[in-house]
């Protein structure tokens, strides 16, 4: 494991805030799902885990070691570089280092982050910004990961059209591939924080890393190291914290993909929690559709006679809205058809935030 050698904030900075309170973990252990996707019921577990979770692990990916653990240590190479040098890699418009404030809306967190549009004409001409020291290594390190992560996720989305019974097996797939899709990678890491540990201590840590919220594009493909940190909100309202396991991958459903769904797949909500001795770093590849693609309920994923929850939009103005956006606000409202709103109980998600889109 890559492990950063220095602290990097100011500790003065301290956003703790009071959130409700996690699960035990060694519950999550059994109660996350997971999907080997090598076997013979993956798309069925897979269709599952999208209904009742909104989230789940998969193993047996197949995305090579060597463009983990390449992308790993050139992230960690830069967040251990001094302030003022990574500094000149900001502030995020909407692409390049930003830290502690997310988004443009008074959003703050005990994080920094690269966010990182994948593609390689952009990272060939702003990679000297973000990666001075050896631009052309950090260039080649995100596009191999990208192109393998891409083709995982290509992967999970024909699983799911398969488990589904869609028609076309790339009914999903066929956004991601799509020349134009409006895919983006954010490297987020999060400083160790000695300070309030012994705060913590018989609590549970309460520093808030990144704020509760639910990703807008149609599925987030995340990996961390072996820090833990990630939680998610069950459908009760409860959290639970997410075991790490830096060999696999976590797929989050994302808003546009409810919507699609018409609620049948739940974007989930979750949150980051900071370590207070080891750092954290994750890696998010975001999967977003062109910016003029239409997002509504599709049919095929809609029970006979079923009516419409959603208002068609495309992503470009779902990605516009997020702009204005706190993590906490509820952005699907507006999209949402004043006739199909249920209450908190209904099996249908329904009460969904919008994380900002930078």
Request: glycine share 8%; proline share 6%.
């Amino acid at each position: 494991m890559v492990v950063l050698s220095k602290p990097i904030f100011d500790l003065n900075f301290s956003p703790i805030k009071p959130c409700k309170p996690t699960s035990n973990v060694d519950a999550a252990l059994t109660m996350i799902p997971v999907v080997d996707l090598s076997s013979h019921d993956a798309k069925s577990k897979l269709l599952k885990a999208c209904e009742e979770f909104g989230f789940f692990k998969v193993i047996n990916h197949g995305v090579p070691v060597e463009s983990i653990t390449s992308l790993e240590s050139k992230a960690v190479n830069f967040f251990s570089l001094a302030q003022t040098q990574k500094d000149e890699a900001g502030p995020p418009n909407p692409f390049g280092y930003g830290n502690k404030s997310i988004g443009l809306n008074g959003d703050v967190g005990w994080v920094e982050y690269l966010l990182l549009k994948t593609d390689p004409l952009f990272l060939s001409q702003r990679c000297r910004a973000f990666y001075g020291e050896d631009p052309l290594g950090f260039s080649n390190a995100v596009n191999d990961y990208a192109e393998a992560v891409k083709e995982l996720g290509c992967e999970v989305l024909e699983l799911l059209a398969e488990g589904a019974e869609m028609k076309q097996r790339n009914a999903l797939s066929r956004l991601l591939m799509d020349d134009e899709s409006d895919t983006v990678l954010r490297l987020n890491h999060y400083p160790s924080r000695p300070d309030v540990q012994v705060s913590t201590i018989g609590g549970g840590n309460n520093v808030l890393g990144f704020g509760e919220h639910t990703d807008p594009q149609i599925i987030s493909i995340l990996r961390s190291n072996s820090v833990s940190g990630l939680e998610i909100s069950l459908k009760d309202g409860s959290w639970v914290a997410v075991p790490s396991d830096p060999t696999s991958f976590f797929i989050l459903v994302g808003d546009s993909l409810q919507v699609m769904s018409n609620g049948r797949f739940r974007s989930v909500k979750h949150r980051v929690m900071t370590n207070g001795l080891r750092p954290r770093l994750s890696m998010i590849y975001f999967v977003g559709p062109s910016l003029q693609e239409k997002i509504g309920p599709m049919k095929e994923l809609m029970k006979e006679g079923e009516e419409s929850m959603y208002k068609e939009f495309t992503w470009n103005e779902y990605k516009t809205a997020a702009y204005k956006t706190r993590l906490g606000d509820n952005r699907l409202g507006p999209f949402q058809k004043k006739s199909c709103i249920t209450n908190n109980n209904s099996s249908r998600a329904d009460n969904v935030t919008l994380v900002s889109y930078n």
